[in-house]
Structures are given as structure tokens and as C-alpha cells.
């Protein structure tokens, strides 16, 4: 009987078969999850060469500790944890590092509003400023935003991947839409889908550095 098509396997299957020798398997799981933890990566680190190298790392720590995925969660939400670590993890870094007049130098710049045609709400430069919207958002209601309106993630995985209540992600995400209402929201909701692409070439480079990263892990570790 012929193998069945990898992407017709569910994450758990995929999983085991991992474990079980089948490495190659596991660029299925990037590819199958690289544009939500790259659009999550990107609200905390507001970086898009920072948000790859988050995914990318996701990516290689979940693989070393794929055996201690129970599936007691679902495996898009393990790995959104890891990210949603890993991006933190280097704000906090980053602050350590850098002047308090830098940075806020740097958030004045990043967060400048580029305004562009009402009839062109569909173009690169509306798409730009419906990023640069979201990017002014405090860091709690931008995550939220973006799991919950732009990646369509439910309350309660949101909730369990931020550890926070699901009352409390209802709330920033209300203050989140209220934020951008005024500016934003009602004009170029349409694009939303459409931001933070997490393009083709973009998807091959993190995926391809993944899998020269655990192919090493592989000569120096116990798993298959």
C-alpha cells in the first residue's frame, strides 16, 4: 500500500513518525505553521528578520524536545508557546542592551504612520499602514490582535498559549480594536488577512536552516 501524502497526516502522526526515524517529515510541520508563528513572532519583536529568526529557533527547540510533546495539547499551540518565549525572551535582551533614548528614538520611528489613497486600500502602502497601525499597539493588546483577529486563533487557545484567562484576552482584544478603530479599523479591515505576509522565499530560508540545524542535532543527540 502506497504512503499516504504527509500533508493528509495529522500532527500527531506526524509526530511519532518523527520520533520514529522519519526526519524529513517535520518540514510538514513547518510549512504548516510558519505564517501563524511568524505573525505572533512578529507582534512581540516588531522585526521582520527578528520574527524569522524567532520561528526559526521555535522550530529547532521543539525539535529537541519533540519526545516531551504528550499531545496533550495541540502541537500548534506547544509551538506557539515556544515562540511566544523565545520572542520575549529576546525583547527582554534587547532592552537590557539599549539606551532608553535609543529605543524610544526607535519606537518613534517605527511606529510613524504612512498615510495612503482611501481608494487604494488594497495596495502595498495600505497594507504598510495597516502594519504600522498594529506595530503602535502596546505589546499586550498587539499580541492578542493579531492571534485573534489576524491569524484567527480562538480565545482559549490564545488564553492557553499566553497564559493568561480567556476573560482577560477578550478585554485586550476589545481595547485593541477600540485603539485602532479611530485611526484604522473601519477603513482597511479587508487587508487584514492580507498582513505580515509570511512569503515563499521567506518560508524556504527558515525551513531550509531548520533542517541543516537538526540534521546536526541529530549526529549529537538520542532522538531517531
Known amino acids: 500500500m502506497a504512503d499516504p501524502n504527509p500533508n493528509t497526516l495529522s500532527d500527531n502522526e506526524i509526530v511519532e513518525r518523527v520520533l520514529g526515524g522519519d526526519t524529513g517529515l517535520y518540514e510538514v510541520i513547518m510549512r504548516?505553521?510558519?505564517?501563524?508563528?511568524?505573525?505572533?513572532?512578529?507582534?512581540?519583536?516588531?522585526?521582520?528578520?527578528?520574527?524569522?529568526?524567532?520561528?526559526?529557533?521555535?522550530y529547532v527547540r521543539g525539535?529537541?524536545?519533540?519526545?516531551?510533546?504528550a499531545g496533550r495539547s495541540r502541537l500548534s499551540t506547544w509551538l506557539t508557546k515556544i515562540a511566544i518565549h523565545e520572542a520575549w525572551s529576546r525583547v527582554k535582551r534587547r532592552?537590557?542592551?539599549?539606551?532608553?533614548?535609543?529605543?524610544?528614538?526607535?519606537?518613534?520611528?517605527?511606529?510613524?504612520?504612512?498615510?495612503?489613497?482611501?481608494d487604494d486600500l488594497l495596495t502595498v502602502e495600505a497594507r504598510r499602514f495597516l502594519e504600522q497601525a498594529i506595530s503602535?499597539?502596546?505589546?499586550?493588546?498587539?499580541?492578542?490582535?493579531?492571534?485573534?483577529?489576524?491569524?484567527?486563533?480562538?480565545?482559549?487557545?490564545?488564553?492557553k498559549c499566553?497564559?493568561?484567562?480567556?476573560?482577560?484576552?477578550?478585554?485586550?482584544s476589545l481595547r485593541a480594536?477600540?485603539?485602532l478603530r479611530r485611526i484604522l479599523y473601519e477603513r482597511v479591515?479587508?487587508?487584514?488577512?492580507?498582513?505580515?505576509?509570511?512569503?515563499?522565499?521567506?518560508?524556504?530560508?527558515?525551513?531550509?536552516?531548520?533542517?541543516?540545524?537538526?540534521?546536526?542535532l541529530r549526529q549529537t543527540s538520542t532522538l531517531p
Open 189 to 216: 479591515h479587508a487587508t487584514g488577512p492580507k498582513a505580515f505576509q509570511f512569503l515563499g522565499e521567506q518560508c524556504d530560508r527558515v525551513t531550509c536552516a531548520v533542517l541543516l540545524r537538526v540534521t546536526s
Open 63 to 69: 525539535y529537541e524536545h519533540l519526545i516531551q510533546f
Open 95 to 118: 532592552i537590557k542592551e539599549c539606551n532608553i533614548d535609543a529605543a524610544t528614538a526607535s519606537l518613534r520611528k517605527a511606529t510613524d504612520v504612512i498615510h495612503t489613497p482611501e
Open 32 to 58: 504548516r505553521y510558519n505564517r501563524c508563528l511568524y505573525r505572533v513572532a512578529w507582534a512581540i519583536v516588531k522585526d521582520e528578520q527578528e520574527a524569522q529568526d524567532v520561528i526559526q529557533e521555535t
Open 162 to 172: 499566553l497564559g493568561i484567562t480567556p476573560e482577560a484576552v477578550k478585554m485586550r
Open 177 to 179: 480594536r477600540s485603539m
Open 136 to 159: 503602535a499597539l502596546p505589546e499586550a493588546e498587539r499580541v492578542v490582535f493579531v492571534m485573534r483577529s489576524i491569524e484567527e486563533i480562538s480565545t482559549a487557545e490564545t488564553a
